[in-house]
């Protein structure tokens, strides 16, 4: 048998093993585990060092050499000798080494000694795209600090860094707006963004618009574009590195994942994920006084329009909550309404029957959960709180009002935690260094507590998404808080 051939059929037998893994456990949980036993063979090969998109070495600092301040402190530098599993699941790696396989790994993301880019003469793009979230300034602050502190004392020239407006629908306009340090120290301290942000459905609907877009880059000498955003946003940035690749021209694009619903595939947390959960269990257990002391039942919607992170785990942190209710929960029911209205009706007995006086109770819902799929958010929670009230009927000596909040707009707005301030600094240099050193068509991840160089292929290709396992330790512990265990 040849070489690749051989490769090939132990993948696929690594592919059957994981198959009846997934069989035997929880087969839709839209982790790590099922993307791997689904699409293994692409995986495998998109993660070889040798597969990484990298601009040739143009200037390469040498052990003793006098480095720029960015790396003065900079014990340990980055090679393709860096790698980390994208998995840590000792089931699974065992898999390949029956195989005598290295299990797929990602590229550490680091400081590198080689560089593509002159770091004096770079011309930067950052474009903030889709919705706002909090640790956005941050982000965008330490890429242009990052950037200035790759410019030595004695230099007479600095890169221009240019912050987009509107997100890809001011880049394709060339809403440009020039960045320094000295600009941007004081927006680590707001909520917002300040760039503004936006989303574009010419990206999903034009095709030219992307190479629009990519002779925009050229025409303007960009160098390197930061693309900060969700899923929509690291598809537009994979799109926009595709079209480059296709042109031959030497733009290094990197993706920085920015979504409070916390559901990029390879990311153990978004930034913005800790602050919003944060806040939003503050909420719950304001919300939870007022019920109490007003004999109500109060019905909170938060963000997760697919996944359910934010519902569940602010939840979970309040520990005022007597349900949530998130996507997962209803994703193999053909007629989620039946589903959706029986948890609703549990939840209510519940709380009459814990005769607590006035009768009182906080029930969690995501976005995401919708009595029927073509419902926007807004007419879901009517529904629900429909469901509710019809079931409040059956307890008619029981006076109990149900009121809703929605607070996305109060949460995401504001300035992050001290977790994100650190997270937002850690993605934004690391993406700076990785970008000069020339790597391109990838995002910054933080994986197993390690940062890490994913291609964007991986995160926008793959028919598998990032999603709450509901057969797992964390699911079950949340649930069995609910009944006060």
């Known amino acids: 048998m040849a070489p690749q051939e051989d490769l090939d059929a132990k993948l696929e037998q690594i592919m059957n093993e994981l198959r009846k893994m997934q069989a035997e456990g929880d087969a839709a949980t839209g982790g790590t585990r099922q993307a791997l036993a689904l699409c293994l063979t692409d995986i495998y090969y998109k993660t070889k060092p040798q597969n990484y998109l990298r601009y040739n070495t143009i200037k390469s600092y040498k052990l003793g050499d006098p480095v720029p301040p960015a790396l003065e ?137 992307i190479e629009e877009i990519v002779t925009r880059l050229y025409l303007d000498k960009i160098d390197m574009l930061y693309v900060i955003g969700g899923d929509g946003s690291m598809t537009g940035a994979h799109k926009v590195a595709e079209q480059i690749k296709e042109k031959g021209y030497k733009i290094s694009v990197v993706g920085i994942p920015k979504t409070m619903d916390n559901d990029v595939l390879w990311c153990e947390e978004t930034f913005g994920f800790d602050t919003t959960i944060n806040e939003a269990a503050r909420m719950i257990r304001a919300l939870h006084e007022d019920v109490k002391a007003t004999g109500r039942l109060g019905i909170i919607q938060l963000f997760g329009a697919e996944a359910g992170f934010v519902a569940e785990f602010a939840a979970l942190a309040s520990g005022e909550c007597d349900a949530f209710l998130i996507p997962e929960m209803f994703q193999d029911d053909e007629l989620p309404r039946k589903a959706i209205e029986r948890k609703v009706n549990q939840v209510v007995e519940q709380i009459i029957m814990q005769g607590e006086e006035p009768p009182h109770g906080i029930i969690v819902v995501a976005e995401g959960v919708k009595p029927d799929r073509s419902q926007d958010r807004d007419q879901s929670l009517a529904e629900i709180v429909n469901m509710a009230q019809k079931a409040l009927k059956q307890y008619p000596r029981i006076k109990l009002t149900v009121i809703t909040n929605q607070p996305r707009h109060l949460i995401r707005a504001i300035p992050p935690t001290s977790t994100d301030q650190i997270l937002c600094r850690r993605l934004a240099s690391l993406a700076v260094d990785c970008a000069l050193a020339g790597y391109h068509d990838i995002m910054i991840s933080q994986l197993l507590r390690e940062y890490v160089m994913v291609p964007l292929a991986l995160v926008v290709d793959l028919p598998v998404k990032k999603r709450l396992p509901v057969h797992e330790m964390l699911f079950g512990m949340a649930m069995a808080s609910q009944a006060g265990i």
């Not at 790698?83 to 590198?112: C, K, M, T, V, W």
Request: hydrophobic fraction near 30%; glycine fraction near 12%.
């Open 73 to 209: 402190y900079i014990k340990r530098f980055c090679s393709s000798k860096n790698r980390r599993y994208l998995i840590a699941d000792a089931e699974i790696l065992q898999l390949f080494h029956n195989e005598g396989l290295e299990p797929p790994s990602f590229l550490e993301a680091g400081s590198y000694r080689e560089l593509a880019f002159e770091p004096e003469q770079v011309r930067v793009g950052i474009v903030a795209s889709g919705g706002v979230a909090p640790g956005l300034n941050t982000v965008v602050h330490n890429i242009v600090s990052r950037h200035e502190g790759y410019v030595t004392p004695d230099s007479r020239v600095k890169p221009t860094i240019l912050g987009v407006r509107g997100g890809f629908k001011g880049l394709h306009e060339g809403k440009y707006k020039e960045l320094t340090s000295k600009d941007t120290a004081d927006w680590v301290h707001l909520g917002g963004c300040e760039l503004g942000v936006g989303r574009d459905r010419e990206m999903k609907n034009n095709p030219g618009y």
